[in-house]
């Protein structure tokens, strides 16, 4: 079975600039999450999409970043405009989805880290 | 809101030695507890974890325990061998509206095992 796939795995930019992060779930995953962890830190959830609707963006700073899961599967992560303190590797991670037994057990992928110049 | 704290932030021990690493939640309602080892430049990969209806789980040289009333729960490697030297994250399920969960990590443990 393929893992979760995220694309590019690096990426360094300049401040002011905007960049985005791709992200295909295993297959049959209901659940996607997009998590943010700094250096020196645990994973900090930004969202989470259930099919392709969200169901917890609280710790998202919508002012800069915005993410979109259009038909339940991929999704994309964008950040625009970036700031230093944006430096970090951005995983995703998906489940089964509510309603079956494991659906807690999450399955991240490579992630992408991002270096803000 | 919901906190995680995990305990030790480094840890070293020879090959063969045990390793012990404790998490405490804030939550009351977390049903949920994963472990999850990250070696340089992966993600986090799951590798044990409880449920709130278990007070202990064993999955070779690996274990984890549970105390609700306390609200901690502690990860053991017994056997250490040097291919376990990573990080190792704990996290806590949170439940919030519509029946969903989500995880709420520590902030990590390095584990570094010598030969």
């Known amino acids: 079975e393929a893992g979760v796939a995220q694309s590019p795995r690096y990426k360094i930019i300049e401040k002011r600039q905007s960049v985005a992060f791709w992200c295909n779930p295993i297959?049959?995953?209901?659940?996607l999450y997009w998590y943010q962890q700094i250096l020196g830190q645990g994973p900090k959830l930004l969202i989470q999409f259930q099919n392709n609707g969200v169901v917890d963006d609280s710790q998202l700073p919508k002012d800069r970043f915005s993410a979109e899961r259009l038909k339940g599967v991929d999704s994309t992560l964008k950040i625009q405009p970036a700031k230093l303190e944006d430096s970090a590797v951005y995983l995703c991670a998906s489940s089964l989805g509510r309603g079956r037994p494991t659906y807690n057990e999450q399955f991240f992928g490579p992630g992408t880290r991002l270096t803000v110049l | 809101g919901e906190n995680v704290e995990q305990h030790p932030s480094t840890l070293s021990v020879q090959e063969g030695d045990s390793a012990v690493i404790k998490c405490t939640y804030s939550?009351?309602?977390?049903?949920?507890f994963p472990w999850y080892k990250q070696e340089l430049g992966k993600g986090p990969q799951l590798i044990i974890d409880?449920?709130?209806?278990?007070g202990e789980k064993k999955d070779q040289r690996i274990a984890v325990t549970l105390n609700k009333t306390a609200k901690h729960f502690s990860l053991h490697i017994t056997e250490t061998q040097p291919e376990d030297s990573a990080v190792y994250f704990c996290?806590?399920?949170?439940?919030?509206?519509?029946?969903?969960?989500?995880?709420?990590f520590g902030a990590g443990t390095r584990l570094a095992v010598h030969p």
């Open positions: 297959s049959g995953h209901a659940t």
């Open positions: 996290a806590a399920s949170s439940p919030f509206s519509g029946g969903y969960n989500k995880l709420i």
């Open positions: 939550d009351s309602a977390s049903n949920y």
């Open positions: 409880i449920r709130s209806n278990v």
